[in-house]
């Protein structure tokens, strides 16, 4: 059975609409975090500008971003463009905000080191915007004021990480965090985690007797029913940060026990059972993560948008699949990623403490990010005395065209109102 929307069928919309080779090069970056970890990008810089002082960068935590539909726009313009994926592209499973970060700021440093960039500016897109405003909440302190233990206890080694600041930051088509939208989409219907078919039919979202009805007609939930279903969201969360955190103290134990100075004395056999453990990297296999109210309800925060949502037009069935968010995920991962209660890629704290320029821009028809819940809210949170919000009443998600229309007509849209934002805070 096909679910998944066309969109993620036929490959993402994060991808240059028009050819640049006639005013842009390309090389690719290669660089090392701190901790030792490879990470690659690749560098644009415009023919007309061979050594430009400016540079947009881009990165998400999986999606490939290294010809982001934006950069050719900014390339005209004569920015330098980077897109710098990090070490978990294409696989989140083992995704740790507080060590992609490192890979950012390996790259940024790269570009200060080795091309004699002089302003970095950020552009944020989807799980972008939470991942940089992460990032320059963390850079813009002082080393010994960084987050020293992940959300699972580990070391982190933001401390002794060069990590520059960004100069600005342009936030477009953003959520609060990967785990904030998963507090919102997980399904709290589930009973039992290692049963992911049985069924709380009181908090199905899709049991017509709560208010659903079938696609593509839209629903409509009671004020009681949205209440308990979004405290009960909450509450499944909590129980799994719970069993992430007694896998991680399970380990953390016999890490402990392995150390110490009497495990020589045990017999060879315990000594085995106990390494073992200590070896052990659990997954979590987290069912039935497509299940956001908003997706079959829109007069729940009100928008143009379609029914459904990015990944699926029929999130009733989707939220069965394999795809969807934060399914198959390490606990560390679960806790710095994936849970909206302990993440610390949490967009809406992050940028109560950023002051630069920004530019929100905000995807009308975006089917998973909506106005009150996420865009205003994010740039309501920002400290900046100086930020801007354009809306784009009638764009998707990536500014992807409808049918009929030119490939890059919603990225032209989109840079004209960008570029003189940009040029007037961070000029050439």
Request: charged letters at 20%; a negative charge; proline letters at 7%.
């Amino acid at each position: 059975m096909r679910l998944l929307s066309k969109t993620y069928w036929n490959g993402s919309w994060v991808k240059f609409r028009e050819s640049v080779e006639a005013f842009a090069s390309c090389e690719q970056v290669t660089a090392y975090a701190n901790d030792g970890a490879q990470s690659r990008g690749l560098y644009w810089t415009p023919k007309g500008n061979p050594q430009p002082r400016v540079a947009v960068v881009a990165a998400h935590p999986r999606v490939d971003f290294s010809q982001h539909y934006l950069f050719p726009g900014l390339l005209r313009a004569g920015y330098a463009c980077l897109g710098a994926n990090v070490r978990t592209l294409g696989n989140d499973m083992a995704c740790v905000h507080e060590q992609i970060i490192l890979d950012i700021a390996a790259q940024v440093q790269w570009l200060k080191e080795h091309r004699g960039i002089e302003k970095i500016v950020w552009l944020g897109n989807s799980g972008g915007g939470s991942l940089g405003g992460f990032y320059q909440s963390q850079a813009q302190l002082a080393p010994s004021d960084r987050i020293a233990f992940t959300p699972a206890g580990r070391p982190t080694s933001l401390r002794t990480a060069m990590m520059p600041v960004f100069d600005a930051m342009i936030v477009s088509a953003a959520h609060p965090g990967q785990g904030l939208v998963l507090n919102e989409t997980i399904d709290p219907s589930v009973v039992d985690e290692n049963n992911p078919l049985l069924t709380d039919a009181s908090l199905d979202m899709y049991n017509p007797e709560n208010g659903f009805v079938p696609a593509p007609q839209w629903s409509r939930y009671s004020p009681e029913f949205q209440q308990r279903y979004r405290a009960a969201q909450l509450a499944r969360v909590a129980r799994l940060d719970a069993n992430a955190r007694a896998l991680i103290a399970e380990q953390r134990d016999a890490e402990l026990m392995a150390s110490d100075p009497g495990f020589a004395a045990l017999p060879l056999a315990r000594q085995s059972a106990v390494l073992r453990r200590s070896a052990f990297q659990p997954v979590m296999i987290v069912y039935r993560t497509m299940a956001n109210l908003n997706y079959t309800d829109n007069s729940l925060d009100p928008s143009p948008r379609g029914y459904g949502s990015l990944l699926s037009d029929r999130p009733d069935l989707m939220n069965f699949q394999l795809y969807g968010l934060g399914r198959v995920v390490t606990p560390d991962a679960w806790l710095s990623t994936w849970s909206g209660l302990s993440s610390n890629a949490n967009l809406i704290k992050n940028a109560s403490t950023i002051r630069i320029p920004m530019i929100l821009i905000h995807a009308g028809r975006d089917l998973d990010c909506y106005m009150e819940a996420h865009s205003k809210a994010i740039f309501d949170a920002f400290a900046s005395s100086d930020k801007t919000f354009v809306d784009f009443p009638d764009q998707l998600h990536y500014f992807e065209p409808d049918e009929g229309q030119p490939q890059n007509a919603g990225a032209l849209a989109q840079v004209e109102k960008v570029l003189p934002w940009l040029e007037s805070r961070v000029p050439l």
